[in-house]
């Protein structure tokens, strides 16, 4: 074949390619959305629960925040908390993609696409998350660049903007080039997504790096105002993410019969290991600073594990954090937590339950607990603010499905076509 | 192949790296580009050496000028000597009372006392607490219709700041700066008139300290617990 | 990597332009049929669920919804927002208000202090500034809080602002803390959209009609010193102060942020701030750092004098003394 042929025909299969992806998305969106019954009442329960969130966002909207219980004391509440989970979630997926591409790990090559889609559905949650927490969404375009006047690149805030969306962007193109390509019977092209994968991978530690300088870089916060908040960030994503996606690949071999081969989780759970303990090493060592010294910097800490002047909102969650991430840790360490076992899933769910709390309600809220003038007020969510969250997680659920119902069909009939062959 | 992935990772992170110090230098700077600090010639730090902000802006305020502050700043005055009730009425039923004069000008004055323990009829109930000083400290024995400074000259009650500021340099001198005792109207001279108090706006002459007050507003924030005295 | 194009195991040319799998064709005619209900469905109840949202085009104009940034107006913008504004005002409120923009007069800097020795936390300049600002009367809001302070500690831990009984108690001080209009500010540098931003007489203000409600410069505020309207504010119409300033004192729409402006509505006029005015200790001193020989200068060359949370590098242009 003369190089000019090739070229030629490149050019005709680009062609056919860029007229023929959104008919893909067409076809998986169709493909997706087939289902046993067990699925349609799966999708039916969430897109409920999506809408019950999407209603109490719309009266939050027209009535005000007053409907949450955020003040001007905790002016932070759920909705962050929850962003700020979502980021780690989203970034865990790279502990996926660094196996896969750094080490070459080819087991971990076959199923690194489910991190990839977890990020994509997190990230989606995130924005939500913030979405919601605007009290003037219609003024949304102000954010855009060019047409709204955004604050770059002193506001860390715009940063947080533009790497979450470029991560949603990247990894949208790795999954749709790397599910297109398989789609179409052709063998990826590297050039087209490995220099986008380890920009991922990048991104990914940037993403939750620039959301922990959201809140270190504030000066009046001194519970946040701490050099290893983002390398606390980053531990605990690299616990929660693989967590979570070991939880999916389970639910997916039980509901799909998608068998992933045993040795990616396994290193996940390796991984996972090696993160938590460096995550309670700095949990520990940032107890140790904040109580040793005492003084002011320590009242939040105080408040969020002992009470203080009589208030004891954060006391249960902080606690049930505690014992979550330590028994969790504890199952990751016993030898059957390697195995497709019953202590691996409980494991890993008491480790996403416990990080959960200890990035939402165990670090935004006591953040501002006491106030900067150290006035007490207390925060709960209120109901419409577990409403919205409820709503955002069972859409991000509902996305995530679809994600990996294209994945897993895609997959499946590449099985099937290489059979026929 | 791992080689050239290693490199292409440093790179990146180098990259990040830098970025992030252009947003540390950027947001360094940031206050000064914003036209507020660097737009004129001011003391971004007037805690620290306010003699020094003075010569730097001087320039600025002398074409403003001190000629421009046409309007004047006004202190309130004592209506005059004050009048005693005495439970009277007149024809009109108007309550009549007397000046100090009425009955100190046939009295004996007592250049000693210093309490109101011991004076009766029109003072009796009267309290008195302000230092050291005896009641003809301030009240001129010669003329009970005025008052009399230290060196015995006498003042008029409308003048009663001048008898203040003998004792009281410091508040006198921070009045005068306008540091005490609060003002209305116009902090710029040259836009509108000023109004400040005197003294016995605010301090009652005989016990001179201010008053205690019941606060009446409060904030009321939800879920801030009210009336946390101790907390 | 390009090699890779050529490798062995490249498909045929027609053999990617089919579509991959038998599977795609299966139509089931019924299934489509309840999944394209189920869509319809679906999408209808979205609609209904979000059906609140109606509210935003009752009360968003098309005019208020394209404002631009207040720096981006220009004078004949202004004239079409602030009689905008007024109208709007008179609509929900009840109130004939006029609108006014005063710009910063050249060559002056605001500074503020505070005589710690004199203030006795009465808290009528919470009252004044509650009324001239049009707060929310619900929440007797206002931009300041007065903290009581126990003698012998400069700890906030051991202060309380909702201390009810006479005043001022032997043990104790008052240390009122408002927006300290920073040189260095923290909420500027937080907001995503400059919608807050330090002027030339060091005020720090806020666009209330740019501001999308993030509330990310009240997390960054040391000073406690931001407010956010949780709701639309309610203001007896015959108690709205009529003498409104778009920077300053208009009353603020729902889920915008805002914040003390030191009154600039007057103090660009050349009159005394409310909480000034108000205050019946005199513990209040206000004027122009630029000015040699104004009262804020006497204070600073005079007094021993300190500012809040020196050690954040804020900056302050708010200070507190004593005699």
Redesign the interface.
Known sequence: ?TANA?KK?NVA?LK?AVRSYPGFLW?GL??A??GGLGFYVWMIVL?AIA??G??A???Q??????V??????V??GLYIANFTFGVGLAAGGVMMVIPA??YDDEDMHKVVIIGEAVAIAAIVMCTLS?LV????????W??MPVI????W???????D?IVLNGYLVINLHIVGYLLYM??????P???WY??FV??S??WAI?IHTVTAF??CG????PFWNTALLAPRFLASAFVSGPAFIILVMRILRITTGFAAPPKPARTLIQIIRVAMTINLVMLASELFTLFYTGG?HG?SAKYLFFGS??HYGLVPWIWTAIACNLIGTGLFFMPDALERSNTRIAACILCIVGIWIEKGMGLIIP??I??????????TPSLTEWKVTAGIWAFGFLLLTVLLKLITT?FA??A??TEIA | M?GS?GV??SV??LA?LA?AA??VQ??AS?VVADGAVASEPTPNDPPADPSASQVATSAVRSSRGEAQKTFSVTIRKPAGPPRVATNLKDLHGEAVTVACSTCHSTRSPNLQNKTSQSLDEFHSGMKFSHGTVSCLSCHNAADYDSLQLADGHRVEFTDVMTLCGQCHGPQMKDFEHGVHGGLNGYWDLSRGPQQKNNCVDCHNPHTPQFPKMQPTFKPK?????QS?SE? | ??T????P???H?G???????P??DQHSTR??LL?TAGAAL?LA??GE?????M??PEN?SVDE?LQQ?YKELTDEDKKKVFARLEAETKERFGADVTITDSKPIPGVRFAYAINVSKCNGNGKCMEACNKENNHHRGVDQSYI?V?EMTKGSM???N???TYDHTVPQDDKFYLP?QCQQCDNP?CV???????TWKEDDGIVVVDYN???????C???????A???????PEIPAEEVNPNQGYLSNRIR?????EKCHFCLHRTREGRAPACQEACPTGARVFGDLNDPDSAINYVLKNKRVFVL?EE???KPSFFYFFD
């Open positions: 074949m090739r025909r299969a056919h076809w169709g493909q959305t087939n897109t809408l019950v999407a209603n966002w719309a009266h909207v027209a009535r005000g925040m007053i949450t219980n955020m003040t001007d004391h002016s932070w591409y750094l913030v927490d605007l009290g003037r969404p219609d003024r949304f102000h954010l709204g006047r955004v604050n690149p002193v506001s860390m805030l715009t940063w903007v398989r789609y179409l019977g052709r063998k092209n590297p050039k490995v220099p380890f920009l991978i990048i940037s959201l809140y504030l000066g009046g916060r002011a009242e002047h009589g953040g501002f006491p106030s900067t003038l150290h006035e007490i007020v207390e925060y895609v009939a590449e099937h076509k | 791992a992935r292409i990772i990146m992170l990040m970025g252009v947003a950027l947001r940031s924030d939800r879920f801030l617990e946390r907390h | 990597m390009t890779d194009n050529t490798s195991q490249e498909p040319d053999e990617y332009l089919k579509p991959l799998l599977i795609l299934r489509t999944k679906g109840a979205f669920a979000l059906s609140p949202l509210v935003i968003v919804f940034h809080r903290l700890d906030m831990e202060g309380s602002t803390v923290p540098s937080a907001c995503p959209i400059e919608a740019w501001c999308i409600g993030c509330r990310y009240e997390a960054a505020c040391p000073y406690h931001r407010r956010f309207n949780w709701e639309l729409p729902q889920g915008a942020m949370k954040l590098g804020t």
